[in-house]
């Protein structure tokens, strides 16, 4: 159950929320960017760099995560067998 005065938010303080929620926009109104100093006064060019090199990080994550939930995949279909085998 999520907190109602978080404003939709409480999953930003999970596990798999911490991974999910990553954004180039503050993540409260009035905060300052985190990725972007002064978004009005740099060039397009800077923009696309910037943006560039957050999807890579973004990419990364994802595939981090898809990894992780295909560890505990075969982890779920592995170990019931070892475990019977052992006894």
């Given at each position: 159950m999520t907190n109602?005065?978080?404003?939709g938010r409480a999953y930003e303080d999970t596990l798999?929320?911490?991974f999910l929620s990553?954004?180039?926009l503050p993540s409260v109104p009035g905060k300052p960017f985190l990725f972007f100093e002064k978004p009005k006064?740099?060039?397009e060019r800077d923009v696309e760099i910037i943006?560039?090199?957050m999807w890579q990080v973004i990419c990364n994550k994802k595939k981090?995560?898809?990894e992780l939930?295909?560890?505990f995949r075969l982890a779920n279909e592995t170990l019931p067998?070892?475990?019977i085998s052992i006894i």
């Amino acid at each position: 159950m999520t907190n109602p005065s978080s404003g939709g938010r409480a999953y930003e303080d999970t596990l798999i929320g911490s991974f999910l929620s990553k954004s180039c926009l503050p993540s409260v109104p009035g905060k300052p960017f985190l990725f972007f100093e002064k978004p009005k006064t740099m060039t397009e060019r800077d923009v696309e760099i910037i943006s560039g090199n957050m999807w890579q990080v973004i990419c990364n994550k994802k595939k981090q995560l898809n990894e992780l939930k295909e560890s505990f995949r075969l982890a779920n279909e592995t170990l019931p067998r070892t475990i019977i085998s052992i006894i």
